[in-house]
């Protein structure tokens, strides 16, 4: 019943800026965590941005910190990650997840995620 889709994937330039969007639908949580997710090949999948649904937390992982924002669209139902100033370690595979009431780091206990949208960033 729970579906996340996420797009807005690409292959830019050192620098450029990309800008991802996660449509849920099947939710009735009125609190609940939304983050993003990456994994590059043959490394772990961590963390990038995550929320709770009725503010009062966000947070970014050191290495996406001021240049990645996170924000949600409740009316919609969507949560998007602008990413900016964007570097070759950012390429992977991202990924949407929520949880109703998880928002830590640990990805494997997320609840509900996505099918993946690739970014790809060349020097």
């Known amino acids: 019943q729970v579906q996340l889709v996420e797009s807005g994937g690409g292959s830019v330039q050192s620098g450029g800026s990309l800008r991802l969007s996660c449509a849920a639908s099947?939710?009735?949580?009125?609190?609940?965590?939304m983050g993003w997710f990456r994994q590059a090949p043959a490394k772990e999948r961590e963390g990038v941005a995550r929320?709770?649904?009725?503010?009062?937390?966000?947070y970014y992982a050191d290495s996406v910190k001021d240049r990645f924002t996170i924000s949600l669209d409740n009316a919609k139902n969507t949560a998007a990650l602008q990413m900016n100033s964007l570097k070759p370690e950012d390429t992977a595979m991202y990924y949407c997840?929520?949880?109703?009431?998880?928002?830590?780091?640990?990805?494997?206990?997320?609840?509900?995620w996505g099918q993946g949208t690739q970014v790809t960033v060349s020097s």
């Open positions: 929320m709770v649904t009725s503010g009062g937390f966000t």
């Open positions: 099947g939710f009735t949580y009125t609190s609940a965590c």
């Open positions: 997840a929520s949880h109703p009431n998880y928002c830590g780091g640990n990805w494997r206990v997320f609840s509900y």
